[in-house]
């Protein structure tokens, strides 16, 4: 069964900075495009970052310039790097796996950025 896995979350005061991990297991990683979602509290979930096969990005646009999502193939990661964060990017921060029609989620990780 394809499991994901995200880490890294936690509580961090505005302006302050976060990476994000996801690592898949019982999956071929490199064929999958990857992405980030998150869904903040009342909210619908929304697309924050996507990464195809080949490592080509799009960000949503409340997002540009601040976060990067990366890969690393070996290791069956996708990354979040989250900087200049602000008390908006409150949320749960899921990762996806999507390959020929087939989406996988992880369970999320809670990111809070409050003072």
């Known amino acids: 069964q394809v499991q994901l896995v995200e880490s890294g979350g936690g509580l961090v005061q505005p302006g302050g900075s976060l990476r994000l991990s996801c690592v898949a297991s019982?999956?071929?990683?490199?064929?999958?495009?990857m992405a980030w979602y998150r869904q903040a509290p009342g909210k619908q979930r929304e697309l924050v970052a996507t990464i195809s096969q080949g490592s080509s990005t799009n960000y949503a646009d409340s997002v540009k310039g601040r976060f990067t999502i990366s890969r690393d193939n070996a290791k069956n990661t996708v990354y979040l790097q989250m900087n200049s964060l602000k008390p908006e990017d409150t949320a749960v921060y899921y990762c996806k796996a999507q390959y020929n029609g087939m989406d996988y989620w992880g369970k999320g990780t809670l990111v809070t950025v409050s003072s």
């Open positions: 019982r999956i071929t990683f490199s064929i999958y495009a």
